[in-house]
Each structure stands twice: as structure tokens, then as C-alpha cells.
Nanobody, 123 residues
Framework: QVQLVASGGGLVQAGGSLRLSCASS????????MGWFRQAPGKEREFVVA????????YYADSVKGRFTISRDNAKSTVALQMNSLKLEDTAVYYC????????????????WGQGTQVTVSS
């Protein structure tokens, strides 16, 4: 399995931006599709976005389309999530995840989870 460490969360006002990062170690990063999930208080963990191994395909949850952008750097074994126009409902713990394919991640089939980073959006 691949080990994942997420960072970049914090407190931001509504309408603001944050950039999350996830660093990988262990097995070959470029073999894994990567993604982000989030879990708000009292809610189940939900899919946010996934990116294919090459970065050529991405899948976004409807709730974040047009506001969030995922990218990856296989040379640095990192994946990033740029979050713009943040809303109160984006408040959650965000988890990076690795899987076999981006489509599998979108279905919740995750091989490895990062430890989560808190994102809090205030009014």
C-alpha cells in the first residue's frame, strides 16, 4: 500500500480559497489514481474528486464542480486540491485517498487513506 499524508487545511471565510496537499510514500505513486473525500460532522464520508494515474481524467462531485481543481505531480508523488469560492457547507475533514482507478475511487473503492485535514469555512 501507499502511505499518504495530507496537509493544508485551516480556517477560511466563505468565498475564500485553500489548497490541500497530499504527499505519498511507499509504493509507486504513479500507479495509483488519487482522490479526495470529505466528512462533515454527523454525516457520512463522501466523494469529492478523483484523478487518473496520468492526470488526464478527472471526476468531480456536482457540489464542487467549477470551484475545486485537483492536480497531481507524479515526479514529486503529490496530489493537490485547490478549493476556491468556499462555502459553509464545504466544512469537513478532508481525506486524500489512493485507488486502482479514478472511477473506482468515485465509487468508494479506496486502497489507502490519508489521515485527514480539517477545513472550516466561516461566515
Amino acid at each position: 500500500q501507499v502511505q499518504l499524508v495530507a496537509s493544508g487545511g485551516g480556517l477560511v471565510q466563505a468565498g475564500g480559497s485553500l489548497r490541500l496537499s497530499c504527499a505519498s510514500s511507499g509504493r509507486t505513486f504513479s500507479n495509483y489514481a488519487m482522490g479526495w473525500f470529505r466528512q462533515a460532522p454527523g454525516k457520512e464520508r463522501e466523494f469529492v474528486v478523483a484523478i487518473s494515474t496520468s492526470g488526464g481524467s478527472t471526476y468531480y462531485a456536482d457540489s464542487v464542480k467549477g470551484r475545486f481543481t485537483i492536480s497531481r505531480d507524479n515526479a514529486k508523488s503529490t496530489v493537490a486540491l485547490q478549493m476556491n469560492s468556499l462555502k459553509l457547507e464545504d466544512t469537513a475533514v478532508y481525506y486524500c485517498a489512493a485507488g486502482g482507478t479514478a472511477i473506482a475511487l468515485r465509487s468508494g473503492n479506496v486502497n489507502s487513506w490519508g489521515q485527514g485535514t480539517q477545513v472550516t469555512v466561516s461566515s
